[in-house]
């Protein structure tokens, strides 16, 4: 079975400083892993995604996160965050085989303070 | 490229009445489905994978006769809530797949419900 567990239910930073949000994998196969941003009452947002090709993958808004399978982690970094950024982020697994089903972590909310 | 639009964006019910949400792909071919659920400040679950033109796969616990999928066309699936009752309210998001797109799904802006 796949599964994804994120480490932290609420992150609060200051805005300018970096991000953090953390996740860690299970899988019995090479996983294929995403992390989506959700907005207030607003569809999933898609941040970036690893498939199996380099390990440290950049995403949309100057995010980006490295996958260490030694670790089984696939955390979401941010050099500065922005007040924009203020959001609830998801760690994705997609499921091979079954009909590449999507499992859902727990989310982070993050919150961006001035 | 790849969008995905739901119709209505929020609704509200009275209780025993049915609600029907519209999901559609824009842009491109759908032939796979997915309609999620979101319980406030909760991750999504998978509801129901629907391919065009055949019956829908419903997860464990879902109830298939409470929630009616219907993937009639490449552009459209529709998730009815039949009989809705207060502990039906929600979130409901629904994301789209075509075959050459690599596997990934597209994910709609979702849509509120709340029954009264």
């Known amino acids: 079975a796949q599964s994804v567990t994120q480490l932290d239910s609420h992150v609060s930073v200051s805005e300018g400083t970096p991000v953090l949000l953390r996740c860690n994998y299970s899988?019995?196969?090479?996983?294929?892993l995403f992390w989506y941003v959700q907005h207030p009452n607003k569809g999933l947002q898609l941040l970036l995604k690893y498939t199996s090709a380099a390990t440290l993958v950049k995403g949309i808004n100057g995010f980006e996160a490295e996958f260490k399978k030694s670790e089984t982690s696939f955390h979401l970094t941010k050099p500065s965050a922005h007040m924009s950024d203020a959001a609830e982020y998801f760690c994705?697994?997609?499921?091979?085989?079954?009909?590449?089903?999507?499992?859902f972590g727990t989310g982070t909310q993050l919150k961006v303070e001035l | 490229g790849a969008v995905v639009s739901q119709h209505p964006s929020w609704v509200i019910c009275k209780s025993g009445t049915s609600v029907k949400i519209e999901c559609r792909s824009l842009d491109f071919q759908a032939t796979t489905m997915f309609w999620y659920r979101q319980f406030p400040k909760q991750s999504l679950m998978l509801m129901a994978t629907s391919n065009e033109g055949s019956k829908a796969t419903y997860e464990q616990g879902v109830e298939k006769d409470k929630f009616l999928i219907n993937h009639a066309s490449l552009t459209l699936s529709t998730l009815t809530v039949t009989s809705a009752h207060p502990e039906d309210s929600s979130f409901y998001i629904c994301?789209?797949?075509?075959?050459?797109?690599?596997?990934?799904?597209?994910f709609g802006p979702g849509t509120r419900l709340t029954v009264t």
């Open positions: 994301s789209a797949r075509g075959d050459r797109m690599n596997y990934e799904q597209y």
């Open positions: 994705v697994v997609r499921i091979t085989g079954g009909g590449n089903k999507l499992t």
């Open positions: 899988s019995s196969y090479s996983p294929s």
